[in-house]
């Protein structure tokens, strides 16, 4: 028998602490992903500030999953929404200092903000940044990388909170980044990080970074609702080039499309559901597999319930 079954029967919100931010319940989230898809949050909690995240934490049942989200580039959100609380964090995260060649980011803060505002006081290193189209707190959850460099080579400290409301200021040993993640448990919070670089010169910086972008714009279906890459590349292969083999180039479930651009995205035609984008890119693993013998795994992150259409 086929059942359509509630999002949230319970009563989650009854369980909060009082917030000076805001929460909301059953709010959708789709609209804070790239590909536009996928059901809402139980209840979605956007803090005032970090004081009011960290006592949030402090006095929350211990029980209650948490998933924080940035701007949504890299992530699928199931069509039976998230349980729990979403945290999105807001503009007082998003603050960008330097210190000498040192940059101070909020969790908040996009990428191409921080490449900004490296290059306004010349310092090198950040040009990378340019053509990655998240947050810190995201960059940091995946040691996000472009054209030969990554987080973990500029990232001198990490700060997070646990689930608990315990501020830890790590060192690169302890965020242990590596290909596309890190060792940090799924629950805590980036709040933000402190990242080096050198002294550079302004016009050659503007450059390298104006050299990203083209090339971002020429390889990539960067005006399409997608979320970069969906695959992670397996050891010294390209997954693109075994999509390609594998002869998935194009490939569509319902609206959504393996990319004729770059056949490591996947694209939501419009009107797609996040089952769409999933069962195609299991589709696409299950014929790689088939042609090369190789697992592709996915880089794109995935949360959430499948939807209420449930078999019994
Ligand atoms: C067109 C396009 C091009 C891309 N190119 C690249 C590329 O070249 N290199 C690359 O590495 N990636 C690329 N990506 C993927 C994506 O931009 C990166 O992974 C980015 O770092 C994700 O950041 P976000 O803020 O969008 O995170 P989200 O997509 O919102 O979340 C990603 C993960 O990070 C976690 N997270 C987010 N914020 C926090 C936080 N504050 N604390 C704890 N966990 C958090 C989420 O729970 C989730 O697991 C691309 C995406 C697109 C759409």
Redesign the pocket.
């Known amino acids: 028998m086929m059942v359509i079954k509630n999002h949230y029967p319970g009563s989650l919100i009854n369980q909060l602490p009082p917030v000076r931010g805001k929460y909301d319940i059953e709010a959708p989230i789709a609209q804070f992903?790239?590909f536009r898809t996928g059901g809402p949050a139980e209840v979605l909690f956007r803090p005032a500030d970090a004081t009011d995240l960290k006592e949030f934490l402090i006095n929350k049942p211990h029980n209650i999953p948490i998933?924080?989200?940035?701007?949504?580039?890299?992530?699928l959100v199931r069509d039976g929404g998230v349980p729990g609380v979403v945290i999105r964090?807001g503009r007082p995260f998003s603050t960008i200092r330097t210190k000498g060649t040192e940059i101070h980011a909020g969790?908040?803060s996009l990428?191409y903000n921080v490449a900004k505002a490296a290059r306004a006081e010349s310092i090198a290193g950040f040009e990378f940044l340019a053509?990655?189209?998240?947050?810190i707190?995201?960059?940091?959850?995946?040691n996000?990388?472009?054209y030969g460099r990554e987080f973990r080579d500029i990232v001198s400290k990490v700060m997070?909170l646990t689930p608990l409301g315990q501020l830890k200021c790590l060192s690169t040993e302890d965020w242990a980044p590596r290909y596309?993640g890190c060792g940090i448990p799924?629950d805590?919070?980036?709040?933000g990080c402190i990242m080096d670089g050198v002294w550079g010169n302004e016009t050659e910086i503007s450059r390298a970074m104006e050299l990203v972008q083209s090339a971002?714009t020429d390889s990539?279906?960067?005006r399409s609702r997608?979320?970069?890459?969906t695959y992670k590349n397996p050891n010294g292969q390209k997954a693109w080039e075994l999509i390609d083999k594998a002869g998935c180039r194009g490939l569509r479930l319902g609206k959504a499309q393996v990319s004729e651009k770059h056949c490591n995205?996947l694209i939501n035609l419009g009107g797609a559901s996040t089952a769409d984008i999933e069962g195609l890119g299991e589709e696409v693993r299950r014929r790689v597999r088939e042609v090369t013998g190789i697992e592709l795994e996915w880089e794109l992150?995935r949360?959430g319930k499948y939807s209420g259409v449930e078999h019994e």
Do not use: K
């Open positions: 992903t790239w998933t924080t989200i940035g701007v949504g580039s890299n992530l964090l969790a908040m990428d053509g990655i189209p998240g947050t707190g995201g960059a940091l959850r995946m996000a990388g472009a997070a596309r799924s805590w919070i980036f709040t971002r990539q279906p960067i997608t979320g970069g890459s995205f992150e949360i």
